[in-house]
C-alpha cells in the first residue's frame, strides 16, 4: 500500500513521458487521476494507522534489496509513522488540489502532457523521499524533487530568464546537496547504517561534536532545498515556473524538506547538544525577517509570496530549533494550504490579466473576480496569523514554544516578522484587490474557470479551518505526532493568552499600517513621506539588499574564472595531454602487438610453447627439482 | 575373482543422456524424412531436448555424491553449470534457426553437433576424474571443430576450423601429459579418492590429506599442466591466439556459443580443480594463475584496440574478459566462486546477444562485419543498434547493466582475499576496452550510413529478434536487480563433499 502511495504517480508520470503527446488533453486527466488515488491510499494507510494504538504506529516496509555494499545497506525500506503519513496526506492532498488546477491554467500549451508528466514525477520523488526508512533512498527523492523542480522552474525555456532561473535553483540547491551529501557519508562511517530508525538510535553514540557536525552538515542541505539563508537566493527566481508549480514545489511541499529532514532528524540534531538547534533557530529566525523585509519592499506579486515562503520556511526552522518539532510540522501543514491557495489566487490573477505580475498596475479586483478575491482573502488573513483562521494557530504556537524555551529574542524577531508579514500581505491585498478597479488596458477580467475554482474554494476552507487540526487544549495534531516527535513544552494559562494576544495585536497593527498606507487616500503622500526619511534602507531593501550581487562578486566571478583555468589550461593541456598521451601509447603497442598474430599455425603453436615452457620451468624452480 | 563392475546410476548424467538422445533422434529423423522442407522440426526438437536437459539438471540440484564409480560428481556447482550451459545452448539454437535459414546452410547436422557439444560441456562441470575432464573436453571440442567449419563454402570458415582443431589437438596433449603426471604421483587420476567404504583408492584430494608435504612435487607440476590444457579452452594468454582467427571464421551464433558456452565449461573445470580441489596447494598455483590472468586481461584489451572487424574485436574482449573471471579464481573463496559462476553466466548471456546481433546485420554469408559497417545504423535500425549498445556497455561494465555487477562481485571477491594490486590492473584493462567498446558506440551513432549500404535486416527471423530481446532484457533486469542470481551463485559454491 505505502509502495502504492509511490507507485502510482510515478506510474503516471512514466506513462506520460512515452505515451502523453498522443493523448494531449486525457493526460491531465490520467496525471490528476494517479495523484488523486495516491491520496486516497494515503487516506486508507491513515485510517489503518488510526486503528492501532499509538506506539506501534510505525512500520517498516521492505520494498526492494536494493545496495549492499561493505556492510552499508541502503535497502529501498519505506518507513510509514505518524510524521510521514502526515508529510504524505500533505503531499498528495495539495498535490491532487493543484493537478486539478492545473487543468485549466495550463490550457493551450504546446507541451501540456509534458507538464503533467514533471508533475507526477515531483509528487513521486516527493513521497519517496518523505517515505524513505535510508538516507540513501531519501537522497534519491531529494534529488529527484531537485530534478523536477528544475524542469519546472525552466518549463517555459525558451524565455532566457526562465532558462537562467532554472540553472540558479539547480546550481544553488546543489551546494546545499554537497553538505548534505558529506552529512551521509559522516553519519554512514560513524553510525554504521543509513537507515533512518537505527540513525536516529544510534544518534547518541556519535558523540557531541561529530553528532552537531553530522547535524550540521544536514542542515546545510535543508537550506538548500528550503531556501534559508544563505542558500535563499534561488527561490524569487523560481517563481519564472508556471503559477502551479509555485504553489506545490515552491510553496507548499518541495522546500518543506528541508524542514522534515531537521525534524526526521531531531535526535541526530539533539545529540549534539544545543549548539546544533541554536544554529537552526537563529538561522530560521534571520531568515524569517530578512525576507519579509524584502517582501515588504517588492511589487512581483509572486516574488512577494517567495519571500513570504521563505519567511515562513523560517518560522518552522525557528520551532524545530526550540525542539517544537510537531509543531513546526503543524505550520508546516497550515502554511501548505495557505500558500498554495495565494499562489493560486496569484495564478488566477496572472490568468487574468494576461500573465501581469506588477501590483502597481492591478487594483479593485475583487468585484471583478469575487471567487478569486474571496479566496485570496481568506489566505491573507490566514498568514496574517488573524484569529481563528488557520495561521494564527500555528504561528502563535512557535512563538509560544519559543517563549517557553526561554528563548526571548528568537521569540521577538518573530515577532517583529509576524507585524512584517501582516504589512506586507495587507499591502498586496489592498493593492490587487480593493480600491478602485485598475487592469492593464486592453484586457478582459474573467474569473477564475472551474477547475481552477474548486481548487482555490478548497484550499480556501482548509485556510479557514486548518488551525482546527490542533487547537490549544485539544492538540489533535501534536498527541499523532507524539510517539515520533513526542511532545513540546507550551505555556499554559495566563502567560499563553497574553502571548496569542500580542501576537494578534501585531499582526492588527501590521494591517492597520497597510491600510493607512495603501488603502486610504493620503496613502501616497505618506509613503512619501516615509520613503524620504531612510531613502538608502529603500534602495538597498528595492535592490534585495545586493545579495545577488555580492553573490555574483565573491563566488560566481572567482569561481568561473578558476573554471575557466581548469577547462582550458590545465584540461587541455595537462590532462588531455596524458589521456591522449595514454592512447597513444597503447595503440602503439596495439599496432605491434597484431603482427604477433600472424595467422600461421606454426607460430601460434610455438608461442603456445613459449608459455608452457616458461610455466614448466617457473613450476620446477618452484618445487625445486 | 570377478570384476568389479561400478554401480550405475543415471540421475548424475541424466542432462547429458537426455541430450545425446535428442541429438541421436534428430539424426535419425531428419534421415527420414530426408532433402527439403523448411526442417521446423529440427530446432523444435532441439528445443525439447534441451528443455528436458534443463528439467533434469534441476532435479540434481540439491545432491552430493560421486556417481559412476567416482567419475562423476553430482552437485550443486555441477548442477548451475549444466542449466546455465543449457539456457546458453537455448539462444543458440533460436538464433542459429533464422542464421542457417537466411544462408541456405543445411542444417540438419548443426543442431546434433550442437547438442552432443553441450552434453560434452556439461559432463565437464561434473567430471570428478581426469580422465572423464578428458573424454568431456574431447567430445564437445570435435563438436565444435566441425561447427567452427560450418559454413562449407567459406575459406576463412575452413581455416578456421582447421587452425582451431590443430592447436587443439596440440594443447590436449599437454592436458593429456598433466594427467600422467597426476597419475605418477598418485597412482590414479581420480580428483576426490573413492567414496566406496574400504575400496582405498587414492584420489588428489585424498593423497593431498595423506602425503607428507614434500611429496608434492610431481602434482605442482601436473597442475602447471592443466591450466594450460584448460586455458586453452577459455583463451587464456598465451593460449588464446587461435581466438580471434576461429571466432572469425565461425558462423557468428557458433561465435556466441563459443564464447558464452565454452568458456563456462572450460572454467568451470578449473573452478572445480583449482578452487576445490587443489586448493591446498593454492600457494603454488596462485602465482601461475596470477601471471596468465595479468597476461590476459592486458592482452585482450590492448590488442582489441586496432580491431576493424567486429567478431575478431569481440574476440579479444572475450580473452580478456577470461582474464576478469581468472581473479575471481585467484581468490579461492566462495565469493570468488559465486562471483565467477555469475561473471561467466552474466557474460555468457550478453555475449551472447552482441553476437546475435552481428548475425543479423551481418547478412547472408556474413559480409558486413567490420566496424565500418556499422556506420549509422542508429538511423536505420534503432532498436538493433540499441540492443548493440546495451551489450557492448554491460561488456565494458558500464553500471546499470549486468556486466557492472559481474566485474563487481569478483573484484570484490578478489580485493577481499588481500589482492587488491590485481583488481587495480584489472580495472585499468577495462578503462583501455572500454576505448573500443565505446569506438564501435560512436561509429553507430555519430557517423552517417554509408550511401547505398544495403538494408541492415534483410531476410531475419522473429527468433532471432526474440532471443535478442531476451538478452538485452537480461542484461539491464539482472543489471538492475541480481541478487536473485547472485543468490542461485552463492549456492552453486557447493561442492561434492565426502564430509556433507
Given at each position: 500500500?505505502?509502495a502504492?502511495v ?10 506520460l ?10 493526460s ?30 510505525s ?26 503519513i ?37 509528487c513521486?520523488?516527493?513521497l ?36 537562467g532561473?532554472?540553472?540558479?535553483a ?17 553519519i ?16 547518541a ?29 534561488w ?19 518541495m ?20 549548539t ?63 500558500k498554495?491557495?495565494l499562489?493560486?489566487?496569484a ?10 505580475t ?9 468585484r471583478a ?11 491573507w ?12 494557530w ?38 490587487v ?5 485598475e487592469?492593464?488596458?486592453g ?10 475554482a ?24 501534536e498527541?499523532f ?34 491600510r ?41 566571478a ?20 596524458l589521456?591522449?598521451?595514454v592512447a597513444?601509447v ?18 601460434y ?21 | 575373482m ?31 524424412i530426408?532433402e ?10 532441439s528445443?525439447?531436448?534441451?528443455g528436458v ?9 540439491g ?5 559412476m ?7 550443486g556447482f555441477?548442477?548451475f ?8 545452448a ?9 542464421y ?13 553437433l ?7 560441456m ?7 576424474d ?13 563438436a ?11 575459406l576463412?570458415?575452413?581455416?578456421s576450423?582447421m587452425k ?8 590436449s596433449?599437454?592436458?593429456?601429459l ?5 597419475y605418477?604421483a598418485?597412482g ?22 595423506s ?16 591450466v ?18 576461429a ?37 603454488d ?5 596470477i ?20 567478431k ?23 565469493r ?9 553466466a552474466?557474460?555468457g548471456?550478453t ?20 566496424v ?21 556497455l554491460s561488456?565494458?561494465?558500464v ?17 577481499e ?19 573500443f ?12 550510413r554509408q550511401?547505398?549500404?544495403?538494408p541492415?535486416t ?13 538478452a538485452?532484457l ?25 564430509g556433507?
Amino acid at each position: 500500500m505505502a509502495a502504492a502511495v509511490i507507485a502510482l504517480p510515478l506510474a503516471g508520470a512514466a506513462f506520460l513521458l512515452f505515451f502523453g503527446k498522443r493523448m494531449s488533453k486525457a493526460s491531465a486527466y490520467i496525471a490528476s487521476g494517479a495523484i488523486a488515488l495516491s491520496f486516497l491510499s494515503g487516506l486508507i494507510l491513515f485510517f489503518r494507522m488510526l486503528g492501532e494504538p499509538g506506539e506501534e504506529r510505525s512500520f517498516v516496509m521492505k520494498v526492494y534489496d536494493w545496495v549492499n555494499v561493505g556492510g552499508i545497506h541502503g535497502n529501498g525500506e519505506l518507513l510509514l509513522d505518524p510524521l510521514s503519513i502526515v508529510m504524505v496526506l500533505v503531499v498528495t492532498g495539495v498535490g491532487t488540489l493543484i493537478h486539478v488546477y492545473s487543468i485549466g491554467y495550463m490550457e493551450g500549451d504546446p507541451r501540456y502532457s509534458r507538464f503533467f508528466a514533471y508533475l507526477n514525477l515531483f509528487c513521486a520523488a516527493m513521497l519517496i523521499l518523505v517515505l524513505a526508512d535510508n538516507l540513501l533512498l531519501l537522497f534519491v527523492g531529494w534529488e529527484g524533487v531537485g530534478l523536477c523542480s528544475y524542469l519546472l522552474i525552466g518549463f517555459w525555456f525558451e524565455r532566457e530568464v526562465a532558462a537562467g532561473a532554472a540553472k540558479k535553483a539547480f546550481i544553488v540547491n546543489r551546494i546545499g546537496d554537497f553538505s548534505f551529501l558529506l552529512g551521509i557519508f559522516l553519519i554512514a562511517d560513524e553510525i554504521g547504517s543509513l537507515s533512518v530508525t537505527e540513525i536516529n538510535a544510534g544518534a547518541a553514540t556519535m558523540g557531541t561534536t561529530l553528532a552537531t557536525v553530522g547535524a550540521l552538515l544536514l542542515f546545510g542541505g535543508a537550506t538548500g532545498k528550503s531556501a534559508q539563508i544563505p542558500l535563499y537566493v534561488w527561490l524569487p527566481d523560481a517563481m519564472e515556473g508556471p503559477t502551479p508549480v509555485s504553489a506545490l514545489i515552491h510553496a507548499a511541499t518541495m522546500v518543506t524538506a528541508g524542514v522534515y529532514v531537521v525534524v526526521r532528524f531531531s535526535p541526530l540534531f539533539v545529540a549534539g547538544g544545543t549548539t546544533a538547534l541554536t544554529v537552526v533557530a537563529w538561522i530560521g529566525a534571520l531568515t524569517a525577517l530578512w525576507a519579509a523585509l524584502m517582501a515588504a519592499f517588492e511589487y512581483d506579486i509572486k516574488r512577494v509570496l517567495a519571500y513570504s515562503t521563505i519567511s515562513q520556511l523560517g518560522y518552522m526552522f525557528i520551532a524545530s530549533g526550540v525542539a517544537g518539532y510537531s509543531i513546526g510540522i503543524f505550520h508546516l501543514v497550515t502554511h501548505a494550504f495557505f500558500k498554495a491557495l495565494l499562489f493560486l489566487g496569484a495564478g488566477a490573477v496572472m490568468h487574468a490579466l494576461a500573465g501581469e505580475t506588477d501590483m502597481r498596475k492591478m487594483g479593485g479586483l475583487r468585484r471583478a473576480m469575487p471567487v478569486v478575491g474571496l479566496t485570496f482573502a481568506a489566505g491573507w488573513l490566514a498568514i496574517s496569523g488573524i484569529f481563528p483562521f488557520a495561521g494564527f494557530w500555528s504561528k502563535d504556537a512557535i512563538l509560544a514554544v519559543a517563549w517557553e524555551q526561554g528563548e526571548y529574542a528568537l521569540w521577538a524577531l518573530g515577532l517583529l516578522t509576524a507585524a512584517l508579514t501582516a504589512f506586507y500581505m495587507s499591502r498586496m491585498y489592498f493593492r490587487v484587490f480593493e480600491g478602485d478597479l485598475e487592469v492593464p488596458e486592453g484586457i478582459h477580467v474573467h474569473d477564475a474557470p472551474r477547475t481552477m475554482a474548486v481548487a482555490l474554494v478548497s484550499l480556501g476552507a482548509l485556510s479557514v479551518v486548518g488551525g482546527f487540526f490542533n487547537l490549544p487544549g485539544v492538540l489533535t495534531l501534536e498527541h499523532f505526532l507524539a510517539p515520533v516527535l513526542g511532545e513540546p513544552e507550551v505555556p499554559h494559562g495566563v502567560i499563553a493568552w497574553a502571548l496569542a494576544g500580542a501576537a494578534l495585536v501585531v499582526a492588527f497593527a501590521g494591517i492597520f499600517v497597510a491600510r493607512a498606507l495603501y488603502l486610504q487616500p493620503e496613502g501616497d503622500a505618506r509613503r512619501e513621506r516615509l520613503e524620504k526619511t531612510a531613502p538608502w534602507f529603500v534602495g538597498a531593501a528595492r535592490s534585495k539588499f545586493y545579495v545577488d550581487e555580492f553573490y555574483g562578486r565573491a563566488i560566481v566571478a572567482p569561481g568561473k574564472a578558476f573554471a575557466g583555468f581548469c577547462a582550458d589550461i590545465f584540461d587541455k593541456r595537462v590532462l588531455d595531454g596524458l589521456v591522449n598521451g595514454v592512447a597513444w601509447v597503447v595503440n602503439g603497442v596495439s599496432s605491434k602487438g597484431r603482427h604477433v598474430q600472424t595467422g600461421y599455425v606454426r607460430n601460434y603453436a610455438v608461442i603456445f610453447l613459449l608459455g608452457v615452457v616458461v610455466i614448466a620451468s617457473f613450476m620446477f624452480l618452484r618445487v625445486g627439482v | 575373482m570377478g570384476l568389479n563392475t561400478p554401480e550405475i546410476e543415471l540421475l548424475g548424467i541424466a542432462p547429458e543422456i537426455a541430450l545425446v538422445v535428442g541429438a541421436l533422434f534428430i539424426l535419425i529423423v531428419d534421415a527420414i524424412i530426408g532433402e527439403g522442407g523448411n526442417k521446423w522440426h529440427l530446432w523444435i526438437l532441439s528445443t525439447i531436448a534441451l528443455g528436458v536437459s534443463i528439467f533434469l539438471a534441476v532435479q540434481a540440484w540439491g545432491s552430493n555424491e560421486l556417481q559412476m564409480g567416482d567419475m562423476i560428481a553430482v552437485d550443486g556447482f555441477a548442477a548451475f553449470v549444466k542449466i546455465t550451459l543449457a539456457v546458453f545452448a537455448l539462444l543458440t539454437v533460436w538464433l542459429s534457426r533464422s542464421y542457417l535459414h537466411r544462408d541456405g546452410i543445411e542444417e540438419s547436422e548443426f543442431y546434433g553437433l550442437l547438442l552432443f557439444a553441450v552434453a560434452g560441456m556439461m559432463l565437464m562441470a561434473s567430471a570428478a576424474d581426469l580422465i572423464m575432464v578428458f573424454l568431456a573436453l574431447e567430445t564437445f571440442s570435435l563438436a565444435l571443430y566441425v561447427l567452427v567449419g560450418f559454413r562449407r563454402t567459406s575459406l576463412t570458415g575452413q581455416e578456421s576450423a582447421m587452425k582451431y582443431f590443430l592447436l587443439g589437438a596440440f594443447s590436449s596433449t599437454f592436458l593429456l601429459l598433466g594427467i600422467a603426471f597426476v597419475y605418477g604421483a598418485i597412482g590414479s587420476t581420480q580428483m576426490y579418492g573413492s567414496s566406496a567404504a574400504g575400496a582405498g583408492a587414492q584420489g588428489i584430494a585424498t593423497a593431498l590429506v595423506s602425503l607428507p608435504a614434500g611429496e608434492f612435487t610431481l602434482l605442482v607440476i601436473a597442475t602447471g599442466l592443466l591450466v594450460v590444457g584448460l586455458g586453452f579452452k577459455v583463451a587464456a594468454v598465451p593460449f588464446h591466439m587461435w581466438t580471434p582467427d576461429a571466432y572469425q571464421g565461425a558462423p557468428s551464433p557458433v561465435t556466441g556459443f563459443m564464447a558464452a558456452a565454452t568458456k563456462l565449461a572450460g572454467f568451470a573445470a578449473l573452478i572445480r580443480l583449482l578452487d576445490a580441489i587443489l586448493f591446498p596447494l593454492r600457494g603454488d598455483w596462485r602465482p601461475l594463475v596470477i601471471g596468465i590472468a595479468v597476461l590476459t586481461m592486458v592482452v585482450g584489451s590492448v590488442l582489441a584496440v586496432v580491431q576493424e572487424d567486429l567478431k575478431r574485436l569481440l574476440a579479444y574482449s572475450s580473452i580478456a574478459h577470461a582474464g576478469f573471471v581468472f581473479t575471481g579464481i585467484i581468490a579461492s573463496n566462495d565469493r570468488g566462486v559465486s562471483g565467477s559462476l555469475f561473471y561467466l553466466a552474466t557474460y555468457g548471456i550478453t555475449v551472447l546477444g552482441a553476437f546475435a546481433v552481428i548475425a543479423v546485420l551481418g547478412g547472408r554469408d556474413e559480409r558486413r562485419t567490420t566496424v565500418d559497417d556499422f556506420r549509422g545504423l542508429f538511423y536505420e535500425s534503432p532498436l538493433l543498434a540499441g540492443a548493440l549498445t546495451l551489450f557492448l556497455l554491460s561488456l565494458a561494465g558500464v553500471p546499470a547493466t549486468v556486466g557492472f555487477v559481474g566485474k563487481l562481485v569478483v573484484f570484490g571477491a578478489a580485493v577481499e582475499a588481500g589482492y587488491s594490486w590485481l583488481v587495480v590492473v584489472g580495472v585499468l584493462a577495462s578503462a583501455v576496452a572500454a576505448f573500443f567498446y565505446l569506438k564501435v558506440l560512436v561509429v553507430m551513432y555519430m557517423q552517417e550510413r554509408q550511401e547505398g549500404a544495403e538494408p541492415a535486416t534483410s531476410g531475419y527471423g522473429g527468433l532471432a529478434t526474440g532471443v535478442i530481446g531476451l538478452a538485452a532484457l537480461a542484461t539491464v533486469a539482472l543489471g538492475l536487480y541480481w541478487s536473485p542470481l547472485i543468490d542461485f551463485a552463492e549456492r552453486a559454491t557447493f561442492f561434492f563433499s565426502a564430509g556433507g
